[in-house]
Every structure is written in structure tokens, then in C-alpha cells.
């Protein structure tokens, strides 16, 4: 006789493999479907996210996830159990409706985003923030919160943050951050960027991303990299794990930080215990610790004086015409500009956090109604000057530039931010363990990271919650002093402040 | 209120949805898919092939069904009842335990016929035959039939074919075709075949294949072309059909007709009934219906003599250095050569049958127990020798030569004949109805004929069952007469018989 346990985790196993086949479905619609292929697949998604979540809400899946708390569990299954709960309950929670009126509203927002956004017309979007807000707000009531309701949708990102601690942490950056982009302002530094406006050929760029994500451990017997027009990271299965990239012939950092980016998301699910594949104790804890995996490669590795150390030979060697006039100082240099900017995905790494911070702000007062949508334009100028001392010359270089809120996606942006934060605790503990990184880095020796990594933060899956795994790893709790004296230490010397 | 008939069309609609989502990740597994995947994926089709069997046999279905055979139905209504309870009546009658017994062994029969071929050693494999066919037995035993257990199986692929009528047909070519390779080999003429032996770039081959698919109608905007080891073509939805072929620098007419012949597949999926999408309405009739638009296609237009009239400077053009001592009729000659081989995918039009027949023959005499696996290879070289007169140097381009059998596939052969039979029938059909389509396809419209077949064959999808659709666009049954009229015409003329 098979115990509940047992009983919840067969029925888990579909889930899982409808969420495989979701997976493929999403990744092939970004990558190879033809253009017409689209309402066929978007009635297929429809109907296989349907049938998951027919099955994480049965009656006896429900009957079965509270019999399995009373069963005597190994610490594995109690993990199991803990998450497959959490969402069913989540899932559960919200009313199909509203599911459906979300998916129905959002995909007619996009239409109405695209187009705003073409024509630097706000507020003929403006209405459909509000739509959508009124909906997440439903949402949230129904979820349940314990302060605020924006609590209850970052919660389906970063599950068992809290708006408040995260707020906390982020006010704690905002200053030292604001006031080093002066600095490094008015330091009269300025890197040499002419040689990264070159012409660098698609396949010499693929060539190098390659380079750079099989030094970093990325199996590409159990993955692939592919071309897309907004890159991710998504797997169907620990060894079948896809990235994706775009490239433009004059934007060659752009690609290869892409890749190392989409690789460190990639070494995270290649990372899982295979004997848990499949279930929560074999999958990611959030979406702000897979944001840590892809940050700490594609910024404290990749754009690190170490690295460039062992890869400029490389970068020369596969564009020997366009590196001719260059050093290796000069491409840490300019790989590490430092300049505000208006859009985030442009961003380098420290000012990337302000933009986050100032949606961050303009979410939460949405939700706490401090602001409606029709304010957010004058609302992001303002931020905007206040962060980062420039203001968009439209509102399609300012409130309109990211897609997120047209999906109805609300408690997202802060993942990236929280990413970073934990990327330079986990760096720092690496450090700590594994004498000589930095050396190692320099000769192109990345494996003893990737293995620190896989012990201590991707085989351990879900076995603890966000909070508590930076602390298991680290010994502190989610704090930003790493991260502060990582771009302090670093921007100093780069900027001679 | 609903009916009967809605309901059963709304639990159809997630099969149909689910049977999207096989045909991607059946699609990617042989694309894309990278190495190490594979596990999850056999997991994952597992799966979802699972749920579409238990909402076809579904106690629901089955009521649905029976109630709406008493309800009034329009005729199209009536096509999609009778072919669902088809499918449902077949997939209620095979016990679920032989359908995992049948895919466990072919599972293993497959490595070991991997094995076996290499090492040219067909004792190895020939228990697994066996015991394939003993499964498939009990299949055609569950199933039921007419006169033989091979009716049962055939059926499978070929709805409603009897094994009788088949071989009756099948039987009524052989003498002629046998004739027609002696007449051929002793006429003394032998086409000029020296220029396809030279270095065709593959990417200037993607490049005559795309042409062409495209002169024929098939849409790029609703389908792709990809590499894979095994050609096929697979589809998604009516809007995303997807073909493959294979490359070799050596051989351009490989892939030049096997891209036709896939895209001819492609225009059957891609002339479906939108309105019917999902349904068996808008589904093709059998495997050797599709056949027939492959064929023709490949055959009755790419390799006739109009067609190169039009093509030979499109090749031309694509490959000057190749082409530039070679002449239009040189080239329609060439892809006509007919001589007798050992391996069917690389037959000619003509001696491509008797591959077909010698392994109907072998087929239908396993499930008469005439005799066993292990004679086959005699039974093999026999009738090669009486068909083509060769023999295989050894069993490896022999009797294992095929992957079919160790998938526990038998009954599928014989669709590829009837698929020659059916096209020469329509495409004589489509003369009488288009005057002047051998002057259009010289002048490469091939718009005309792909309307013709869309109108009478594509469009209708399963109203009429084979024999039905032959009669009703024709006016004649399945009769071998076309065939064997296009053949003898056609090399009449190119061996000077």
C-alpha cells in the first residue's frame, strides 16, 4: 500500500510533466514557431495550464497533501510536501475567473502597450495599468497578506518575502548607490568604449558566448543556446536546459554578458539533484536566488580584472582585427562603464538597481494607493531625475519601456534587485571557502566555483526557504553591506574615487 | 444546455491539444532536442500520451459518444463522431498493460537492432521479432477482424483497408513492375548520373529546396524546414506544419525531393479546413491518402519532364559550376534512373515498390505463421532475388536494413504503395480537370494543382473514408491501372522500350 505521500507525489509527477511540456512549448514559441503557428499554441498552453492546475487543486490531491502531514516524513519529503502544498493552496485561492479575466485582459493590454508605446502615448495605456491592478489586487485578497497586499504578489516570485523587509533592505542602497553615480560622475574617468562600437560578425559573437559557458560548466550535451528576441533561461528536465540570446554586429558585450547571464541561470538547473527531478526539493527557490546565480557569473566572475585576465587572449584571438588597438585594461574598463541611462535592460550593474528600486516604489504605492496609473508618468520623471539625474525625453524611454506590467506582473521587478543582493553574499562566501578564486578565475579555472555552487546552493533545491538559505550558506541573514563594498571596492580603483 | 455531440467535441478538443503538444516535443526530440534529454522527454510523452488515452476511453467519452449517435447531426458532425468512437473503440480494446508491454520491448528491440545491424547480425534480432509479433497478435486479437490478424494492424494505419484488397492490388503490380526493371536493364540505356556525384554545398541545397516548397504553395510563415537524421513532416496546428530532410554534399537530389516530397505532406496538413481544426474533419484520411500527396508531388511533378523545363535553370543558377556541362533533359534523366538496390529509401519510383511488396509479403506471412522471424533473412535474399534480382552481401542491407519492425510496426509498409497507387489515381484526375497542367508546370505555376488537391482532397479532410475519397474524385475504386499507365508512358520513353 502506497502511503499519501507517495499518493501525492504520483499525481505531482503529471504536473511536472505537463510543466515539461509547457516549458518546450513557451521555448519553441520565443525560438523556431512560425509566426502563424501562434492561436494554435496559445489554445494549447491554455489548455495543458489548465489541466496542471485541474490537477494541484483536485479534491484528492487537497485529501491527499493534508493526509501526508500526519505521515512521519524524511526531511526531503517534508520539502516536497511543504511546496506542492504551498501551491496548491495558492492555486486553489484564486478563483478561476479571475485567473482567466487576468489572461484575457493582460493580452489585450499587450496589444495596447505595444502600440502606446510606438506612438510615446501613455496615457492610452494608463487605463490598463489600472485594469490590471484592480485585478492583481483580487488577487491579493484572495491570497491573503499579511501587511499589505503587494505582500501577496511578491510572494509569487520570491516566495515568503515580505514587502517590508525587501522596502527595508532596498531604502538601505538607494543612497550609497545615488550618491557613487555622482561620483563616478564627476571623476572626469572616462573608460575607452570606441572599440566595443566595432563591427563584431554573429557567428564570432556565438563562438565566444560558447567559449565563456563551457568554461563556466554549462553541459551543452544537456542544454542549448539559441537565438531570441528577449533571452531566458528554461528547462524541461535537469539535463535538458535551454538558453537563449540576441546579437547585434555592433553590440558584442551585449551577447556574451547575455549568455554568461543565461548560463548562470542554466548551471542552476543543471545543478538539481537528478534523484529529485521533478518535484520542488529538485527545483529553484525563487526567482531572486536564480537572479543570484545569473548575476554573480555575468558580474562579480564576468566582469571581474581576473576574469578579463584569462579571457583576452580569448576575446583577441576570435577578433583579432576589432581587439588590434585594445588592452585587457581596456576592456575591463569598458565592460564596466559606469553612465545613467534610461533603460534598465541597458543598465550597467550598479544603476540596473536604481531603476529597480524606482519601480519597486511606483508598485507599492500603486497597490497602497498612494498613486493611480494616470500619475506614473510625472511619478517616473521624478524618480528618475531623483536617482539618476536624467529624465526620459518621452514616456517610451520611461514608463513604457518594460513589458512586465502589461502582463499584469506585479512584485517581479524586485527579483532582479534581490538577485544582485544575494549574489554578493554568496560571492563573498565563495571567497571564503575557496582560497585563491580570484587566481583561479584569471587562469580560466571556473569549475571549483561551479562546484561550490552546486553544493551549496543547486543541489540543495527547495530544502530551505530564500531567507534561510542565504543564511545556511552565509551565516547572515539578506543584507546589502556585500554588495556595497563589492561595487565600492570595485568602482573605486575603476574610477580612482 | 449542450449536447451530446458538444460535450464530446469540448473532451475531444484536449485531446487534440495534447496531441499538439506530442507533435512539438516529438518534433524537437528529433531536431532540436540536445543529447541527454532524452530521458525526461520519453518520461514527459509518457505521460501526456497517457492522459490522451484516458480522456479518449473516458467512461464520459464513451457516453457521450453512444448518446450522440441518437442525436440529429449534420454531416460533418457525423464524420467527427464516427472517427472519434473509432479511435476510442480501438484504444478501449487494447489493454493498457499490452500497450506498455508493446512499448517496453520495442523500447529494447530498438538498441538491439541498433546493435545488430552494425554487427550484421541478424539471429541477435530476430526473438525480438518474435516477440513483437506475438504482442501485436494479441493486439489484433483485442481489436478483432474480417479474415486475418494483419487486417487489424494495417487498419491502424490505413482505416478501413482490407488485407485482401490490398494484396490483390499489390498482386496486380508485381508481374508488370518485375517486367518493366528487366526491360529497363536490358534496353542498354543509361542516363548521364556523374554531376549529381560532385560537391553540392548543403547551404545552396536548403536553398533549391526552399524554392521549390515554395513555388508548390507550402507557406513559410505557417511551417518550417529543419534537419533531421530521419525526414518527416509533423504538424502542431493547421498554421504550423513542420518538415525535415537530411543533407549530404554528394547527394542534392536527396534532399532536393525529399524537401518536395515532405512539403507535399505539408500542403495536405497545411490545406485542412481552419474551421475544423482539432477535429477529424479537418484530419487526414490514412497514411496512404498523405502518401499520395507526398508522391505526387515528388514524383508526377518534381521528376517529370515539364518540371525540369522550369527547374533546370533555377538548379542552374544555384549551382553554375556543378550544372555547366549539363543539360535539362540530362537532369530529368538523371533523377529517373531506375536500377535495382538493396536499400528501399534510396529506390527508384518503380523498384521502390517491390521493396514495398517483398516486405507486405514478409509481414502478412508472420501473422499467417507462415513462417518465423527466424527465417526471414532466407525468406528476404529469396524474394529480393526474384524481385530485383540482387542479393544482399549481408543482412545489413538486407532483412535488418529497416527500423520499422523493431518499433513493433507492422502494417505500415504497404500505406507507401498504395500512397504510388492513389497519387497516379488523382494526379490522372486533376489532368482531366486542369487542361494544360503539364504547360503550367513547365512554366512553374504550381498553384493550380496545389488548389486542385486543396479543393478535393485536402479540404475535405476525414468526410470520406479512402476508398470512399479515391471513388468520389476519381470515379474509379483503388485500381493499380493508373500507376501502371504513368510508369510504363514515362520510362517507355526515357529507355526507348
Tied chains: 1, 2.
Excluded at 519597486?360 to 528618475?384: C, H, P, Q, T, Y
Aim: proline letters at 5%; charged letters at 25%; glycine letters at 8%.
Amino acid at each position: 500500500m502506497s502511503t499519501h505521500y507517495e499518493r501525492v507525489m504520483e499525481m505531482y509527477r503529471e504536473v511536472s510533466d505537463l510543466y515539461g511540456a509547457l516549458a518546450l512549448m513557451g521555448w519553441d514559441q520565443e525560438t523556431y514557431m512560425p509566426p502563424k503557428g501562434a492561436a494554435s499554441r496559445g489554445r494549447q498552453l491554455a489548455t495543458l495550464s489548465g489541466m496542471a492546475h485541474e490537477r494541484i487543486t483536485s479534491d484528492e490531491m487537497r485529501a491527499a497533501l493534508d493526509s501526508a502531514r500526519s505521515e512521519s516524513l524524511a526531511a526531503d519529503e517534508e520539502v516536497n510536501i511543504r511546496e506542492i502544498a504551498r501551491s496548491s493552496d495558492r492555486a486553489v485561492k484564486v478563483p478561476v475567473d479571475l485567473v482567466k479575466s487576468i489572461a484575457e485582459t493582460s493580452s489585450a493590454a499587450i496589444g495596447v502597450w505595444i502600440k502606446a508605446r510606438q506612438e510615446d502615448d501613455f496615457p492610452a495605456f494608463a487605463p490598463w495599468i489600472d485594469k490590471l491592478v484592480t485585478l492583481q489586487r483580487q488577487v491579493a485578497e484572495a491570497v491573503g497578506y499579511e501587511d499589505e497586499p503587494y505582500d501577496a504578489l511578491l510572494d509569487e516570485y520570491e516566495p515568503y518575502a515580505t514587502t517590508k523587509d525587501t522596502a527595508a533592505v532596498f531604502e538601505s542602497i538607494r543612497g550609497p548607490l545615488v550618491d557613487l553615480v555622482q561620483r563616478i560622475a564627476s571623476s572626469g574617468v572616462r573608460p575607452r568604449t570606441d572599440f566595443l562600437e566595432r563591427n563584431y560578425p554573429i557567428d564570432d559573437q556565438r563562438r565566444m558566448g560558447v567559449t565563456a559557458a563551457e568554461r563556466m560548466g554549462f553541459d551543452f550535451e544537456a542544454g542549448r543556446l539559441d537565438i531570441s528576441p528577449h533571452p531566458f533561461c528554461t528547462h524541461m528536465g535537469v539535463q535538458d536546459v535551454r538558453l537563449t540570446t540576441r546579437y547585434s554586429e555592433t553590440l558584442p558585450m551585449q551577447s556574451f554578458y547575455g549568455v554568461i547571464h543565461e548560463a548562470g541561470h542554466g548551471l542552476y538547473e543543471q545543478g538539481h539533484d537528478p534523484v529529485h527531478e521533478g518535484t520542488p526539493r529538485g527545483a529553484s527557490v525563487s526567482l531572486g536566488i536564480h537572479e543570484s546565480q545569473s548575476r554573480l557569473w555575468e558580474n562579480m566572475v564576468g566582469r571581474s580584472r581576473a576574469f578579463w585576465r584569462f579571457f583576452f587572449p580569448e576575446f583577441a584571438a576570435v577578433f583579432p582585427d576589432q581587439a588590434a588597438d585594445v588592452s585587457e585594461e581596456e576592456v575591463y574598463a569598458a565592460v564596466n562603464e559606469v553612465k545613467p541611462s534610461l533603460i534598465r535592460v541597458e543598465a550597467d550593474e550598479i544603476t540596473y538597481n536604481l531603476h529597480i528600486l524606482l519601480r519597486f516604489e511606483i508598485e507599492r504605492g500603486l497597490f497602497m494607493n498612494e498613486f493611480r496609473a494616470g500619475d506614473l508618468s510625472a511619478v517616473w520623471n521624478e524618480k528618475m531625475k531623483a536617482f539618476l539625474g536624467i529624465e526620459p525625453p518621452g514616456d517610451r524611454d520611461g514608463v513604457l519601456q518594460d513589458i512586465h506590467w502589461s502582463h499584469g506582473s506585479f512584485g517581479y521587478f524586485p527579483t532582479y534587485t534581490l538577485g544582485n543582493l544575494y549574489a554578493a553574499q554568496f560571492y563573498r562566501a565563495a571567497e571564503r571557502d575557496l582560497p585563491g578564486l580570484s587566481d583561479q578565475i584569471a587562469r580560466g579555472e571556473l569549475l571549483p566555483l561551479r562546484d561550490w555552487l552546486r553544493d551549496h546552493i543547486h543541489r540543495p533545491g527547495m530544502t530551505h526557504r530564500a531567507g534561510d538559505l542565504v543564511r545556511h550558506v552565509t551565516g547572515e541573514p539578506l543584507t546589502a553591506d556585500c554588495f556595497l563594498a563589492y561595487i565600492d571596492g570595485k568602482y573605486r580603483s575603476l574610477y580612482r574615487l
